[in-house]
């Protein structure tokens, strides 16, 4: 039973390192938030298709994401399910910010009924 009594102690430490609110959190967010947002932009330059922009963005900040978390499974960090959990939650955000900011600018750069007169 000291085995069992060893990995409960293992698994306690590492839920207790792994918060769902931190440091390493924020990063998570901010990095696929950013991500999301230059894919966005670059998915503007190539496609006004506002559809394929969003996809294009999810896509890359989703990828980046999994990516990190894969390359953490196989040795090079921790992997954990909370930190995907904020890398969807960023691209979530990412994609909203950059929709919104694409869409206030065609509304401010269309001419209003006024100036067509």
């Known amino acids: 039973m000291p085995n069992a009594r060893a990995q409960q102690q293992t698994q306690q430490t590492q839920q207790t390192d792994d918060a769902w609110f931190g440091r390493d959190k924020a990063l998570h967010f901010g990095a696929s938030a950013a991500i999301t947002m230059i894919g966005y932009a670059g998915a503007s330059a190539a496609s006004d298709h506002r559809p394929t922009r969003r996809a294009a963005a999810v896509l890359l900040g989703l990828t980046a994401g999994v ?37 206030l600018y065609q509304r401010l750069s269309q001419p209003s009924v006024a100036d067509a007169r």
């Open 67 to 103: 990516t990190k978390e894969v390359w953490d499974a196989f040795g090079a960090g921790d992997a954990s399910w909370r930190d995907l959990a904020w890398d969807v939650i960023g691209t979530a955000t990412g994609v909203a910010i950059a929709a919104g900011i694409d869409w």
